[in-house]
């Protein structure tokens, strides 16, 4: 809005819808406070003490019902139109389209660390496309953050021990800033970054290293490393391709629902997997021996996340990444079941997963 920084550019697709609201809000508030505070001189001069304004009482028959029943019903309606117009704009802001772009972000005492499934790792920095959406699953290494950028008026805790999501469609290339919007120790106020929003040729050559400091190498992708790690931590002894290892096999895991020992269900998301990794005894499925040992303080967040990119990329049984950051209702026909065309109409069936 202008060089006079006093209110936030409005740079994605979000912002002026949540501003409308602002704008209403404050409207409406002025529209109930203005008459009060000037009734409230206007009375306190007309009954000053000692003026001549009369102090009988007003009539009370006729018309009080009326006006009882206009004074009620008229804001009720109007905060009721102000909670549908705001619910439909959050339920927008909370749920990412399908097709969004993926990137990983990983909040830390006082930094924002990034990366992108292509392989690029960014500190504090932000490169995304113009136009098209983002989708960021984030997690904390310490303590709660908050990641925000005011100028897509998007803002998401960012919690050790669970993954959270936002996403944003930025409309115009430039530079905005992120901030911690979460108190998280001495040096809070300094965590913060930047958004480069960039043009989309722009972007696929910063994607492939052409605009690195580093050179012309190209980056290891996230699946790539967590492969490796994959290996080298031990998990592919186990969980073979085939599925005749002691553990399960993971492929085409991710997004389906897994069966567990007594009986209950999990959709195999990006939190049952760090689950699965972290503490193994908690959901072991159904058919296997807990023999799985934990991972904790093994893996950092960011292997963490290399493993679910490279669990991912073994297949999926969601149709995109639209359905994540659902909560795991255990449902077993979720929404994601129904929407997906490509599964298999029938599917393994609860009973049918014989032990190995
Ligand atoms: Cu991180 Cu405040």
Known sequence: MGSVPFFPDQASTVAPQVDAIY??????????????????????????????????????????????????VFPALLALGMFTWAATVYYRIERPPAGAVEVYVVGQQWMWKVQHPEGQREINQLHVPVGRPIKLLMTSQDVIHSFYIAAFRVKQD???GRYTTIWFQATQAGDYAINCAEYCGTDHAMMGGTVVVMEPAQYEAWLSGGNTAAGPQSP?????????????????????MDGSGPGPSLVGIYGKTVHLQGGATAVADEGYIRNSILLPQSQIVAGYG?????????????????????IKSLGSSLPAPASLGQPNTGAPAGPSAVASPSAPAVGPTPGAQAAP
């Open 23 to 72: 704008f209403a809000l404050i409207l409406l508030s002025a529209l109930f406070a203005v008459p009060v505070a000037l009734l409230i001189v206007y009375f306190g001069v007309r009954y000053r003490r000692g003026s001549q304004a009369s102090r009988a009482s007003g009539s009370a028959h006729g018309g009080t019902l009326k006006i009882e029943l206009a004074w009620t």
């Open 158 to 160: 960012v919690l050790p």
């Open 290 to 310: 807990p023999i799985m040992p934990s991972f904790q303080g093994q893996v950092s967040e960011e292997q963490i996340l290399q493993l679910i990119a490279y």
């Open 220 to 240: 290891e992708t996230m699946a790539a490393a967590g492969q490796q790690l994959f290996t080298s931590l031990g998990c592919s002894g186990c969980h073979r």
